[in-house]
């Protein structure tokens, strides 16, 4: 793994220089099928294409860093310093200082629309020969099991992200998605109900009840993945496949009455991991805590029958005996993705974004399901109720369009964009971005 050229480590896209879109379709079958819904993974009968405005928002590159951001999405990404103003800056140590030199660089890394991970640079990641990235602490919620009575929560740094490290940032005062510069924001954690403040020096939780801390962020131009020690200066450098492309779609003449150019996906099962009852693949698209779980170990998810599926169901027979199969994803990929691992995900959402850096303007995903199947695989999370799994994969492709537009600075700022008419199509297509 030899390190990324400038071009191959932009990880998200470029607001004000492309946009993309998806073309949603549903193609579903009726049917009803025993219920293994997990309650977390319902999708709810509202979620449809029709009731999901329609945005394509040009705005300044996320990249194009502020010394402190315009608003809550800005900071995607980037590397930032956490200052409470007359009380000082936070460190490693999670103390409070005023000295500013002794302040810790924070990278946030956007697990949805103004929610992050905070992480600390923790040194090289030598798991792997060649590896660019580095190991991460999280700032989050310290363990509450065995807490005094009326001692006030304090804050840790884990070694795992969790949602006791999911972040929510909101603009300080009564409009969350304010912007403006020199504005200050806060920090709650909605897995606790809770928002950080500071207490005795140190920074402590409290009920979302009472105010939560004013905070300002500084941007730490020192955090190029590039200079001369990208291991030890500034932010911990993020593990993320490359696109290995270089450039990006530049907006063209004429809107939604303009020619479109590029080439046309008309029948692809993007968020196919969730249908069979949810067990049948392994990884998905994107996960908010990026592509170590996304696309990790199979062996992780308990799905014992994936490998022994991947030999039948790619028609290799006994020539590849089942000892061959390398669950391993992230960051081998010994024996996967390849065209013909049908059980593993195929669709993740940077080899997508190199899709469309090579010309892909129009894809249609297609939502699947089918209930004899699943209800014939033993293992399931999801319902087999084929109208419940389209769904579900429905919400996921919102969740998804969500997840790019938090790396790349806000809602509909990100290169892929759900249509729903030729005109929308069209419209995104030609400012640059992928329907």
Known sequence: MSQPTPARRRATSRPGAIRVLLALAAVTLTGTGALAQAAQDKAPSTTS??????????????????AQPEDRYAVAGGCYTIQAPGQGYLTRALTVTPDAKAAAPFHFQATRLGSYLIATNEGRD???????????????????????TGLAPSVQVATAPSADADWRLVAAGSRPDTKGRNQSYTLALPSRGQVLTIRNGAPALAPD???????????????????????????????????????????????????????????????????????VRCGQPWHPYGVEYALGDCRKKGNVLNGALEVGLAGKGP????????????????????????????????????????????????????TALCQEFPQKKNSCNEMDSVRLQ????????????????????????????????????NAGRLA
């Open 209 to 279: 009840t009472t105010p939560a801390a004013p905070l300002v962020l500084r941007h730490v131009t020192d955090d190029n993945p590039r200079d001369a020690d990208p291991n030890g200066t500034a932010c911990a450098n993020w593990p993320e496949i490359e696109t290995g492309a270089s450039g990006r779609p530049q907006p063209v003449k004429g809107g939604a009455a303009g020619k479109v150019k590029g080439f046309f996906e008309a029948h692809v099962h993007g968020m196919a991991y969730e249908f069979l009852g949810g067990e």
């Open 394 to 429: 429905a919400q996921r492709l919102f969740e998804l369009q969500d997840y790019i537009d938090a790396q790349s600075g806000g809602p509909g700022e990100g290169w892929l964009r759900i249509v729903t008419t030729p005109e929308q199509a069209r419209r995104t297509i």
């Open 319 to 370: 020539t590849e005996p089942v000892t061959a199969y390398d669950p391993v994803g992230w960051p081998t990929f010994n024996y996967w993705p390849q065209h013909d691992t049908l059980t593993h995900e195929q669709y993740y959402w940077r080899w997508l974004e190199r899709a469309y850096l090579g010309g892909l303007r129009l894809t249609t995903n297609l939502l699947v399901d089918n």
């Open 126 to 148: 030598t798991t792997y020969p060649g590896a660019w990235w580095d190991k991460r602490g999280y700032l989050a919620a310290s363990p509450t099991t065995g807490l005094p």
């Open 49 to 66: 294409a029709q009731k999901v405005p329609f945005a394509l928002v040009q705005d300044r590159a996320v990249e194009d860093r502020l």
